[in-house]
């Protein structure tokens, strides 16, 4: 019997603590032994890559990762999702591959915007949520504010694990309610380090919100949070080390193992014997001198092992997986068996999707990891016009990897790149540069959105290609894809061709 895994993300608006509890997290978990080393480490691998400059640039993350540690028997797999507010499929990707999640929240500030994003794709796939509001060793808002403001903007019940005896400069410490034990600052509210435990002694204002939490809020019930329907929440400071360890302990006991995924012909359950898992990220360009790719694969079922022989459903012969990649904290190591809810990390060359299935079964297709209608729609325009196939194999590698989307049209050379955020198009910017020595402009396109185009009915869908060839194109699988000036025209025009099928994602 493998130890239980426990595969999950952190979710989060920039600055309300996600790298600062990730330190702390691999910290207890005994994954790295100095604060401060997760950023140190990527700033080293920062360096070493040519393209990650724009990460540099501007401070943010544009790439997810994966980190792995064992605590008292059970395997942690944390995958990074990019911090930055650009909402991207690189992030919505990661989370399907998690089977919970962390929300952490500033105290002072609530449920912020991306927070909510996020958790709305949580959400779609009923993932678990644990609630950890950071920073209460500042000034914070009222308790019952705040987990009245994630129950009413999240519709979720609520139910505090721990509660704060104080904030900011009256910070006490804070209460287990579920051991009842209190963990105090060790040294003055403002300058503390660590902390004891010992039995409390609470304030009366304090002991009678608690009172009135227990009345008021719904109790724990472990059904219901791995439903999605409660989150349970802890209070707490990363960066003063109230709550990591509770956070890494209430994940061992409450979140849920490894999940059946949804696939076709029936969803893979983790137990089942045959080794079946997809690809939800591929890295490329890891090192500038190589054209390497890691493909990161959630293993769903069966035990992989060094070597083995996995087809990718849909194109394909088998592949020899001889060199696959733990990823604990510190290091990377070759993996000789992995278990469901681990990630691999799988070298190739260019020959694994985001999306793919790769299983010992023929036939098995993971579902649900789909292409987003791309809401920002722009012409690439070449400084050098010799540079065309570089450029088109430069847009087929980098659609291949999710950063963008690419849209030959019928008519025309005009090649069209989609993206869902802002942010995509400076990284696509700069990756043509220095991987692809392409030098490039966006110029604003016609066109504002795209939809996948079908039908059953062959004599319709012709009619309306016939007559809309100027606004259609070929998505890099060479799917039909309708350019749309505006959200409106899709809506009228879908209204004209009832039998044809508009749609805004693409399951791939
Ligand atoms: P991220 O953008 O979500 O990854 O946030 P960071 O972990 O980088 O934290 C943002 C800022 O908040 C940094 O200056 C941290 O030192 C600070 N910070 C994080 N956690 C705490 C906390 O518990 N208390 C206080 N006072 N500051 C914190």
Redesign the pocket.
């Known amino acids: 019997m493998p130890s239980p895994r426990r595969t999950f993300a952190i979710i989060?608006?920039?600055?309300?603590?996600?790298?600062?509890?990730?330190?702390k997290l691999l910290y207890v978990g005994g994954a790295i032994h100095l604060a401060g080393e997760v950023k140190a480490r990527g700033q080293n691998r920062r360096a070493r890559s040519d393209w990650m400059k724009i990460e540099q640039q501007r401070g943010i993350s544009v790439t997810s990762s994966v980190m792995t540690f064992e605590k008292d028997g059970v395997f942690f797999n944390l995958l990074d999702t990019p911090?930055h507010e650009d909402f991207s499929e690189d992030t919505y990707r990661t989370l399907t591959a998690v089977d919970s999640a962390v929300m952490?929240i500033d105290a002072a500030r609530g449920i912020e915007a991306q927070t909510r994003k996020l958790f709305e794709v949580c959400r779609l796939r009923n993932v678990p949520i644990i609630t950890f509001v950071?920073?209460?060793?500042?000034e914070g808002r009222p308790v019952f504010e705040l987990l009245d403001e994630i129950a009413d903007m999240l519709a979720l019940d609520v139910c505090p694990m721990s509660w704060p005896v104080g904030m900011g400069g009256t910070f006490q410490g804070v209460l287990d309610l579920k051991t009842n034990r209190i963990s105090r600052p060790d040294g003055d509210s403002r300058t503390f380090q660590g902390r004891v435990e010992e039995a409390p002694e609470l304030p009366p204002e304090i002991a009678e919100e608690i009172e009135l939490a227990q009345a008021g809020y719904a109790a724990f019930d472990p059904e219901a949070y791995r439903a999605g329907d409660l989150t349970p929440v802890y209070f707490?400071?990363?960066?003063?080390d109230?709550g990591p360890a509770e956070l890494i302990a209430a994940l061992a006991e409450y979140a849920p193992p490894p999940r059946p995924q949804p696939a076709e012909p029936a969803p893979v359950q983790p137990d089942e014997k045959d080794v079946t898992g997809f690809v939800f990220k591929v890295q490329a360009n890891m090192d500038p001198q190589h054209r390497d790719r890691i493909a990161f694969m959630r293993l769903c079922s069966g035990t992989f092992k060094r070597g083995m022989k996995l087809t990718p459903t849909g194109h394909g012969k088998p592949i020899a997986v001889h060199s696959p990649i733990l990823f604990f904290a510190q290091d990377r190591e070759i993996a000789d068996e992995a278990f469901p809810g681990d990630i691999i990390g799988i070298p190739n060359h260019g020959t694994l999707r985001v999306g793919d299935t790769l299983s010992e079964k023929p036939g098995v297709r993971i579902t649900g990891l789909p292409n987003f209608a791309p809401e920002i729609l722009r012409r690439v325009a070449l400084k050098d016009p010799t540079k065309t196939k570089q450029l088109r194999k430069a847009l087929d590698d980098l659609s291949e990897e999710g950063v963008i989307q690419v849209f030959y049209p019928e008519i025309g050379s005009n090649w069209i790149i989609g993206v869902v955020g802002q942010l995509q198009l400076e990284v696509l910017l700069s990756r043509l540069e220095a991987e692809y020595k392409v030098a490039a402009n966006l110029e604003p396109s016609p066109f504002d959105t795209a939809r996948w185009i079908s039908s059953d009915d062959p004599a319709a869908l012709k009619e309306f290609t016939d007559l809309n060839r100027g606004a259609l194109a070929k998505d890099r699988d060479g799917n039909p894809v309708f350019l749309a000036k505006s959200a409106w025209e899709v809506g009228y025009i879908a209204d004209r061709y009832s039998k044809v099928t508009f749609a805004a994602t693409r399951e791939r």
């Not at 989060?12 to 330190?23: I, N, V, Y």
């Not at 707490?236 to 003063?240: C, E, N, V």
């Open positions: 989060s608006h920039p600055d309300a603590g996600k790298t600062t509890l990730t330190e911090g952490v950071n920073k209460v060793d500042r707490g400071s990363a960066l003063k109230f």
